[in-house]
C-alpha cells in the first residue's frame, strides 16, 4: 500500500515534471523564427529598450509568463502585380506579373521584419504589392518591350537596383520577379509578331500548298492506278469470259467431238493393227530370209576380214622384222664402223706418232749421216783435193806413171765394165770355141782401154791448159783421138801406146 | 560573413546592382546578396566565383574575384 502510494506519488511527480518542460521548451520549425520577448536581452545590431532574442532551427527554454514567444515564418510568399506602365520607348502597357518573396534568414532580416510584419503577416503580399507597384513602375520604364520579353537577366538586374535596398529595409528578399502577361492597347506587340506571324503564316501556306499538292498528285496517282486495276480486271475478266464461252462452245460440241474423237481412235487403233500386222510380216521375212542372208554374209565378210587383217598382220610382222633387222643391222653397222673409225683412229694416231718419231730418228740419223755425209765429203774433197793436187803435181811429173797407176788401181772396175757386156745376152754362140771365147773377151777388154785413150787425152789437154811452163817447153796437150799414137812428151815422160778399137 | 566564398548569379558591376550566392555554414545553407565590386575594376560576369571582403548587415556584401 505504502509503495504503490510512493510509486503514485513518483509518477505523479515525473507527469508534473514533463508537463513543466513541455510548458518551458519550445522549438522552432525549420520554417519559422522564434521571437522571444519579455527578458532583458542585448543583441548586436539592435538598439537598447527593444531586446528580443531570434531563435531559428534549434529548442530554447523560456519562461511563462515572462517571456513571450511569438512566431514569425520563413516560407516563401508571393504577391500578384497589376500594373499600368510605360515602357523606356513611351508605349504604355499593363503588366501583369507575379513577384516571390520571403524573410531573410540573417537574424537582421528577422528583426527587421518582425518589427514591421510580426502581427500583419497575412497582409505581407498585400504590403509588398503596394510597396512593389510603384517599383515595378520605374522597372519598366527602364526597359523596353522586347527587353520585357527576352531579357531576362536585364529585368531582373532592374529590379535589383529598383527595390533591392528597399526589400532590405522590410527584411525582405525578393527571390523572383516573372512578368506573366503584358497588355498592349495600341497593338505595338501585334505588329511587332506581325512579320514574324505573316512569315510564318506564309511558310504555313506554302507547306499546306506543297502537302495539298503532293496529296493530290498522291491521290491522282492512286486514281490512276485504281482505273489502271479496273481495266486489267477487265481485261481479265474478258478473257476469263471469253475462256468460259470457249468452254461452253466446246461443252456444247462434246458430243460431236467425242463421237469423232472415238472414231478417230478406232481408225488409229485399226491402223495401229495393219501396222503390227505389217511389221509381223517383216519380221518373219527378216527372221527367214534376211537374217541367215546377214549371216551368211556375216561371215563371209567375216572370214575375207580375218584373212585381210592375217595378211596384213604377216606383212606388218614381216615388215616390222625386216625394220628390226635393218635397225639392228645399221646399228651394228654404225657400231662396228664407229669401232672401226675409233680403231682407225687410234691406229691412225698411233701410226703418224711411230711415224713422227720414226721421222724424227730418221731425220735425226739422216741428219747424222748427212753431218757425218758432209764430214766425208769434206774429208773426201780435202782428200781429193789434195790428192789431185798430188795427181797433177804427179801429172806434171811423170803422166805416163800416174795413168798406169790409175789404171792399176781402177782395172777390177775395167774388167767389170768390161764383163757387163756380156750381162744383157741370152744366147751366146760360140763358132770357133776357145779362140772366139778369148777374142770375145779381148774385144770386150778393149772397150775399158777406150776410157784409157780418153783419160790419156784428158790428161793431155790438162797439161796443155794448166801448164804454162809445160807450154814454154813446146809440149803438146790434147787427144787425138780414139786410136791416135801418143804424143811426145818433156823428157822423162813416156807414152802408152793403147789401141782404140772401134767397139763391135 | 568576410572570407566567405560564392559565385555571381547577377552582373556585379560599377552602376549597377549585382546579386552573389554565398555559402553561410552557420545556417548550412547558400543565400543571395546584393553585391558591389569592393574595389573599382571590369565587371564580374554571370558565374565568376568571388570571395566577400565586406558585409553591411543585412543583405548586402562588397566582392572581390576570387581568382585573379
Not at chain 1, 24 to 37: D, F, G, H, K, Q
Not at chain 1, 112 to 122: C, E, V
Not at chain 1, 138 to 157: A, F, Y
Not at chain 2, 42 to 63: A, F, K
Amino acid at each position: 500500500m505504502l509503495i504503490g502510494t510512493i510509486a503514485g506519488v513518483v509518477a505523479a511527480a515525473v507527469i508534473l515534471l514533463i508537463v513543466l518542460f513541455k510548458m518551458c521548451w519550445r522549438v522552432a520549425e525549420p520554417n519559422e523564427a522564434l521571437i522571444i520577448s519579455g527578458s532583458k536581452h542585448r543583441t548586436e545590431g539592435l538598439a537598447e529598450g527593444l531586446g528580443f532574442r531570434v531563435v531559428t532551427g534549434r529548442g530554447t527554454l523560456v519562461t511563462p509568463g515572462i517571456q513571450t514567444v511569438r512566431k514569425l515564418s520563413l516560407d516563401l510568399n508571393e504577391a500578384d502585380l497589376d500594373v499600368e506602365c510605360v515602357t523606356s520607348q513611351g508605349i504604355p502597357v499593363q503588366v501583369k506579373g507575379v513577384v516571390i518573396f520571403k524573410v531573410g534568414d540573417d537574424t537582421v532580416s528577422i528583426a527587421n521584419a518582425a518589427r514591421r510584419f510580426l502581427d500583419q503577416q497575412k497582409m505581407m503580399g498585400q504590403r509588398v504589392h503596394n510597396v512593389f507597384a510603384g517599383h515595378l513602375r520605374s522597372i519598366v520604364g527602364g526597359l523596353t518591350v522586347e527587353e520585357m520579353i527576352r531579357d531576362r537577366e536585364r529585368l531582373t538586374g532592374e529590379t535589383r537596383a529598383a527595390s533591392g535596398t528597399e526589400m532590405e529595409k522590410l527584411g525582405l528578399i525578393i527571390d523572383s520577379l516573372q512578368i506573366q502577361e503584358i497588355l498592349d492597347p495600341t497593338g505595338y506587340i501585334k505588329n511587332l509578331a506581325a512579320p514574324h506571324a505573316a512569315a510564318v503564316q506564309r511558310d504555313a501556306r506554302i507547306a499546306a500548298a506543297a502537302a495539298d499538292r503532293e496529296a493530290t498528285e498522291a491521290e491522282q496517282e492512286a486514281f490512276a492506278r485504281k482505273a489502271e486495276a479496273t481495266r486489267n480486271s477487265g481485261i481479265q475478266q474478258a478473257g476469263y469470259q471469253a475462256e468460259m464461252d470457249t468452254a461452253a462452245a466446246r461443252a456444247l460440241q462434246a458430243g460431236p467431238l467425242a463421237q469423232a474423237a472415238s472414231r478417230q481412235e478406232v481408225v488409229v487403233q485399226e491402223t495401229k493393227v495393219a501396222e503390227l500386222e505389217g511389221h509381223r510380216k517383216e519380221q518373219q521375212l527378216q527372221a527367214e530370209v534376211r537374217k541367215p542372208a546377214d549371216a551368211r554374209a556375216y561371215e563371209t565378210r567375216t572370214k575375207a576380214e580375218a584373212d585381210r587383217d592375217a595378211r596384213i598382220s604377216a606383212a606388218e610382222a614381216q615388215a616390222r622384222e625386216t625394220e628390226l633387222k635393218a635397225a639392228a643391222e645399221a646399228n651394228r653397222v654404225k657400231i662396228a664402223a664407229l669401232a672401226e673409225a675409233e680403231a682407225t683412229k687410234a691406229r691412225g694416231l698411233a701410226s703418224a706418232e711411230s711415224t713422227r718419231a720414226t721421222g724424227q730418228a730418221e731425220a735425226a740419223a739422216a741428219e747424222a749421216k748427212g753431218l757425218a755425209a758432209a764430214e766425208a765429203a769434206k774429208a773426201l774433197g780435202l782428200a781429193e783435193a789434195e790428192a789431185i793436187k798430188a795427181r797433177a803435181a804427179a801429172l806434171a811429173e811423170n803422166q805416163e806413171a800416174v795413168v798406169a797407176q790409175q789404171l792399176a788401181e781402177h782395172w777390177p772396175e775395167i774388167v767389170r765394165a768390161g764383163a757387163e757386156a756380156f750381162g744383157n745376152v741370152e744366147h751366146m754362140v760360140l763358132l770357133n770355141g776357145a779362140d772366139g771365147m778369148g777374142e770375145m773377151f779381148a774385144k770386150a777388154l778393149t772397150m775399158g782401154g777406150t776410157g784409157l785413150g780418153l783419160a790419156r787425152q784428158l790428161l793431155g789437154s790438162m797439161n796443155g791448159t794448166a801448164a804454162p811452163e809445160a807450154a814454154d817447153h813446146g809440149a803438146t796437150g790434147g787427144a787425138s783421138g780414139t786410136g791416135g799414137t801418143g804424143a811426145t812428151q818433156k823428157s822423162g815422160t813416156h807414152t802408152i801406146p793403147v789401141q782404140g778399137d772401134p767397139i763391135v | 560573413m568576410i572570407g566567405y566564398t560564392g559565385r555571381v548569379t547577377g552582373k556585379v558591376g560599377a552602376g549597377l546592382v549585382g546579386e552573389v550566392m554565398v555559402q553561410v555554414p552557420e545556417r548550412q545553407g547558400s543565400e543571395a546578396f546584393l553585391a558591389y565590386l569592393a574595389l573599382p575594376g571590369d565587371p564580374l560576369p554571370v558565374g565568376t566565383p568571388i570571395v566577400v571582403v565586406e558585409y553591411q548587415p543585412p543583405r548586402t556584401v562588397y566582392i572581390a574575384p576570387a581568382i585573379g
